[in-house]
Nanobody, 119 residues
């Protein structure tokens, strides 16, 4: 089993910043150690879940076009954590953000943290 716990969501005005964090724990992480892919998805009301940003073991990153230049994903392999720095936030970034780990071909998700961008 793997547990992913997100933190850092909240309400922010347009143009503001937030930093999301996700901590992973559990048997699969302890057993295999290496987490091939770490990152974030989001789901806005009435829309499908979409990939936001991911980072693999060697540091290669991938971003959705809508967040390029504004969001930055990073990871701490020792602490088993992944972060998402979100700058220049827009109302359309409002969504529930889910942490995602891929370990040995299996996908794991956090419970989600709400990010609301509004005046």
């Amino acid at each position: 089993q793997v547990q992913l716990v997100e933190s850092g969501g909240g309400l922010v005005q347009p143009g503001g910043s937030l930093r999301l964090s996700c901590a992973g724990s559990g048997r699969a992480i302890s057993l295999y150690g290496n987490i091939a892919v770490m990152g974030w998805y989001r789901q806005a009301p009435g829309k499908q879940r979409e990939s936001v940003a991911h980072i693999i073991t060697n540091g290669y990153t991938d971003y959705a076009d809508s967040v390029k230049g504004r969001f930055s994903v990073s990871r701490d392999n020792i602490k088993k954590m992944v972060y998402l720095q979100m700058n220049s936030l827009r109302p359309e970034d409002t969504a529930i953000y889910y942490c995602h780990f891929r370990i040995q071909g299996n996908d794991y998700w956090g419970q989600g943290t709400q990010v609301t961008v509004s005046l």
